[in-house]
Structure formats: structure tokens, C-alpha cells
């Protein structure tokens, strides 16, 4: 029996996505190349996190990873990377970006999700320039903090941060997904490719924009993560002992 319209797309429709929406046909192929291999990895791993964690177990292999990256996506002139992760705008590098669940407040991300991130920073680029570029928002990073097992930061380069030193406020998903991203580049030797016909992508991957804040308290720092939906759960009184007792409401 035939499927039935609308519910779901053909495999052709899919390697189609991206055309018609002025990106080249080239570039749609590399968009096409990275989901191929995604949903290759997620054959024998239930997400591209734990992927990341089986393939790259050592501090060793984990930096030998950030050199690689550091190599294909160099810095850029003009621009003032960060030593340390203090208040203010940062400038960081891709292979600074952590990617544990216990860096981030997210937990996890459904493969559709993580699909759909993946096609759009492929065509897109990681849009956190918040300067002059519509639909970017910048990372919002933290220092390692709470981890659930021991996390080390080994160095790359001296007077910068160390590898995945970056952890996150918001943004968890959009940093890890953007490393994830560029271990498949590397991986595929698609590098020319990049160069050649996505150069906003590889340009947005050479210099990653943050903004440190300070709060208060943990409170604060989650209701910035989860927005306003949370903050009206705890000051509904109802809503509030739901949230307590279930720890879950679905607004």
C-alpha cells in the first residue's frame, strides 16, 4: 500500500532539502554527506554524544581531536581569543567547546532535533555573531562546574583556554552539535569542500561567540536556560507542586 501524503518525507525529498533556498548545489551535497554519516554513527550509538564520548575516551585523544580542529578552522585576525571566561563578551575556538551532557542543563536532544541543527548549521553556518548576522545568538558559557565525574581541560596552546573548557549556561546543544560537526568534516576529509562552497560555515566555525554572566544563584541560572515557561511553573502555586512532586509539567 502506497504512503500516504504528508506523512513524512521521501529520501529524495530529504536529499533535496536546501535546494531551491539559494544554496549551491555543491553545498547541499556536503549538507547531504554529514547527515549520511550522522545516521551512520547512530546505528551503533543512541545519540552523536555518546558517540563523542566512546570514540574520544582520553585527555590524549580528546586534544589529539583539538589540534585537528585548531588546524582546519585557525584563528582569525583582528580577533581577541579568550584566556579566561570572565563577565563580558567572549571570543572562543571551536575545540575550547565541551561537549558532556553535565557541561550543559539540556539532557537529552531527539534525533530529529539533532538532525535538523545539524542540516541548518551546515547550510547556515553557526550563527553566534550576533553583529550584522540575523538569527545568530550568542553561546552562554560558564567554567566547568558540578560535574557528575571527573573533567579535566588539557592544554592546547598556552595563555588560552584548554580543550572543551567551555561549558554552558545555554547553548549546550547548538556547542556540542557545532564540535560533533567538525569531528565529521575532519573525519570525511571535507575540508575543500568547506572551503570552497561554505565558506560561512567555515569562516562561523574559526571564531565562536559567548557571553559570560554572573548570577545569583542556581535559580537564576536555570530560569535563564529554560525561559519564562519555568519561571510561571515555580510562581504558580499549582503548577509549582506539580512541578515538585512529578518534576515535570507539560504547559
Known sequence: MPPRKGTGSTPVAKRQRGRGAGYSDDHVKLKDRVIEQFHADLKSHVSIIDYMEATYTSDAERRSLAARVDAAFPCQEGIVYATGLVEGPVCLRAWQLGWRPDLGQKGLVDRHDSELLLSMMCLQ???????????????????????????????????????????????????????????????????????????????????????????????QRVLQNRGQSLHVVLHDPTLHWLFLHHGTVVC
Do not use: I
Open 125 to 219: 553556518g553557526f550563527k553566534t555573531n550576533t553583529e550584522g548576522e540575523a538569527g545568530a545568538e550568542r553561546l552562554l558559557v560558564a567554567a566547568p562546574a558540578h560535574m557528575a565525574k571527573p573533567y579535566t581541560t588539557p592544554k592546547l596552546h598556552d595563555g588560552q583556554l584548554g580543550v572543551g573548557a567551555v561549558a554552558y549556561d545555554k547553548g549546550w546543544t547548538r556547542g556540542s552539535h557545532a564540535m560533533y560537526l567538525c569531528e565529521v568534516l575532519l573525519r570525511l576529509d571535507l575540508l575543500d569542500e568547506v572551503r570552497s562552497h561554505a565558506q560561512h560555515l567555515f569562516q562561523s566555525l574559526c571564531t565562536v561567540y559567548g557571553l559570560v554572566m554572573n548570577f545569583d544563584s542556581d535559580m
